[in-house]
């Protein structure tokens, strides 16, 4: 197979399209050949160093695919060889071909097509398992949205609204906000210009924030009552003052999580929970992929600079020909 590996920690140019020996599935795996891949910040960040995959797992990029099931390995009953699927993945997207558990390995939903099926699996389990399963937003109340230009961002908007909830967002211009308005948003807040807390006060029912240490202490004055802050990044830095007083007076709860690292057992209960709850809403036109562009796989580079630019709305996707 061929592959894009790193070839030391650096800027884009270090990504190399390379040949590398074939996956074999395990018990329990699947092989997939890989038709489209997508493009994630924790591409960059492992492109620079800074984010590892775990133990075990292939230092090849890509935290999700679409591709036809290859091969199958000892005991895989749940999908058979030249189905066409979606699969998250912990690393190896960026490739011809990527074992992956086959608790990972979901249909695509109808209406979706293979190729924009690829920047679908991480954006899906990290908002639906952050702010559904975890942070349990529901009908009337306000989810504020940081970064709601991004891939989750875009995505999120979209399953807040679907599920009955006030969207705000925080985003860097005037017309990324626009956007965010076009797929529902209700609140608009550019974050070069306004206070997030300012325009809001402390209305918020639940907060998914790629910050981390900058917004900390304004994300915790922005919750209502029994407010819940999820933070899934640390764009912002790793160490932030938090106010436990305040956090207290509100009955709050400030969670932080990583859906890399979890084991895979959970990233299969996360998968169900998509394929029988989100995908409907997928195939009922309430929820889209967001592809803001589709390049070659051997463009990996110049895709990492678009990402890193900032100029990109939703998802990124790498087409493997």
């Given amino acids: 197979m061929h592959a894009i590996t790193i070839t030391e920690p650096g800027g884009p140019e270090v990504l190399r399209w390379t040949e590398q020996p074939d996956p074999q599935p395990g018990v329990g795996e699947v092989v997939l050949d890989v038709v489209a891949t997508a493009v994630n910040r924790a591409d960059l960040l492992q492109r620079q160093g800074n984010y590892a995959p775990p133990p075990g797992v292939t230092d090849v990029p890509g935290l999700e695919c679409s591709g036809r ?6 005991g895989v009953q749940s999908v058979a060889v030249g189905d066409e699927v979606c699969a998250l993945l912990a690393g190896g997207g960026y490739a011809t071909k990527v074992v992956v558990p086959a608790g990972q390995v979901m249909r695509v939903p109808s209406n979706v097509d293979l190729v924009t099926a690829a920047g679908v699996p991480e954006v899906a389990a990290t908002v639906w398992s952050n702010v559904v399963m975890v942070a349990g937003l529901t009908a009337g109340e306000t989810l504020l949205v940081h970064g709601g230009a991004s891939g989750i961002g875009t995505h999120a908007i979209q399953v807040a609204k ?14 990324r906000l626009s956007r965010c308005a076009s797929l529902g948003a209700d609140v608009l807040v550019n974050y070069r210009e306004q206070d997030f807390v300012e325009v809001l ?12 240490a900058k917004y900390l202490p304004r994300n915790v004055d922005v919750l209502a009552r029994l407010g819940r802050l999820v933070v899934i990044g640390m764009q912002g830095g790793v160490k932030g003052e938090l106010n436990l007083g305040k956090l207290l007076a509100k009955n709050g709860t400030v969670t932080a999580t990583s859906l890399r690292y979890r084991p895979v057992a959970e990233k299969a209960a996360i998968c169900r929970e998509l394929e029988t709850r989100l995908w409907p809403l997928f195939e009922a036109g309430k929820v889209a992929p967001i592809v803001h562009d589709v390049l070659p796989i051997e463009q990996a580079g110049d895709a990492h600079r678009k990402l890193e630019e900032g100029d990109v709305f939703g998802k990124l996707v790498l087409r493997v020909s």
Avoid at 69 to 74: M, P
Avoid at 162 to 175: D, H, K
Avoid at 201 to 212: E, F, K, Q
């Fill in 69 to 74: 099931v290859a091969a199958l390995g000892e």
């Fill in 162 to 175: 679907a599920l009955g909830a006030r969207v705000a967002v925080t985003a860097g211009s005037g017309e």
């Fill in 201 to 212: 006060g402390a209305t918020v029912d639940v907060v998914l924030d790629n910050m981390g």
